[in-house]
């Protein structure tokens, strides 16, 4: 009923950029948090960035600087500007998305994006 749609990663060398960008569709009465987790080969998943449905964001240390999440609203998207990539950036994005409809009786349930691999290298 409601689905995620990722796009944008790839291959960049070092001290490029890429923009991820997370589009959800379908019956949705309302999107509360948005984020993005990255997972690299042998590591745990972690929460790469976030905003909240009145634009605060947080993100992750190692990204504070080079990383931008926004969110259009209007199109249900969530976006990661990603400047000054790095090898290890070099992950699987998943988008998550706090997101109520009818089918969750109106509860905020947390939804996943399928993925997409960013990779860094020269």
């Known amino acids: 009923q409601v689905q995620l749609v990722e796009s944008g990663g790839g291959l960049v060398q070092p001290g490029g950029s890429l923009r991820l960008s997370c589009a959800a569709s379908?019956?949705?009465?309302?999107?509360?948090?948005m984020g993005w987790y990255r997972q690299a080969p042998g590591k745990e998943s972690e929460l790469v960035a976030k905003i909240t449905s009145g634009g605060n964001t947080n993100y992750i240390d190692s990204v504070m600087g080079r990383f931008t999440i926004s969110r259009d609203n209007a199109k249900k998207t969530v976006y990661l500007q990603m400047n000054s990539l790095k090898p290890e950036d070099t992950a699987n994005y998943y988008c998550?998305?706090?997101?109520?409809?009818?089918?969750?009786?109106?509860?905020?349930?947390?939804?996943w994006g399928q993925g997409t691999l960013v990779t860094v290298s020269s």
């Open positions: 379908g019956s949705i009465f309302s999107i509360n948090r």
């Open positions: 998550n998305v706090e997101v109520s409809g009818s089918w969750s009786d109106y509860r905020y349930l947390d939804l």
